[in-house]
């Protein structure tokens, strides 16, 4: 008898897709069970969606989209910016969503307008800088 083929694996874009289904359940603080409810499919389907087990149908892609609140096409964002290069699709797989969302949440919870704006500015200088150091003159500003 011939050998059985090795187990199908997720195909990268299906798995962007999936990545970013379940960050953004997460963000919302919304369980499976309940986006599988609003959607009408089981909580095992929402599972195999965010694995990229299974591919999201389009029609579904646009009732998770809604159900989210967000627009279909940023399931592809990350994939977009890479073109679906290659080189490229594994930079939304593994992804550090769980610290993208405790930092959404701490964020949230600041109610000064200053200190969120301070926020950003450091976000956006450590980005600026590419390797996540704070510039000089940033760092002067904190003291």
Same mark, same amino acid.
């Given at each position: 008898m011939g050998q059985?083929?090795?187990p199908r694996q997720?195909? !990268?874009i299906d798995?962007?897709?999936g990545a970013f289904l379940r960050?953004?359940?997460k963000e919302l603080s919304m369980s499976m069970k309940k986006? !599988?409810?609003a959607a009408g499919v089981t909580y095992q389907q929402i599972q195999k969606y965010e694995t990229g087990t299974n591919r999201v149908p389009a029609s579904r892609l646009a009732v998770l989209a809604r159900i989210l609140g967000v627009d279909p096409g940023r399931f592809y964002q990350e994939s977009e910016a890479n073109g679906f290069a290659e080189d490229g699709q594994d930079s939304f797989i593994g992804s550090p969503a769980d610290e993208r969302i405790r930092l959404l949440k701490a964020y949230d919870l600041i109610n000064s307008d200053h200190a969120r704006d301070t926020l950003v500015q450091l976000a956006e200088q450590m980005a600026k800088n590419g390797d996540g150091n704070i510039s000089p003159?940033?760092?002067s500003r904190r003291r």
């Open positions: 059985t083929p090795p997720p195909h !990268a798995a962007q897709v960050q953004r359940r986006l !599988a409810d003159m940033a760092k």
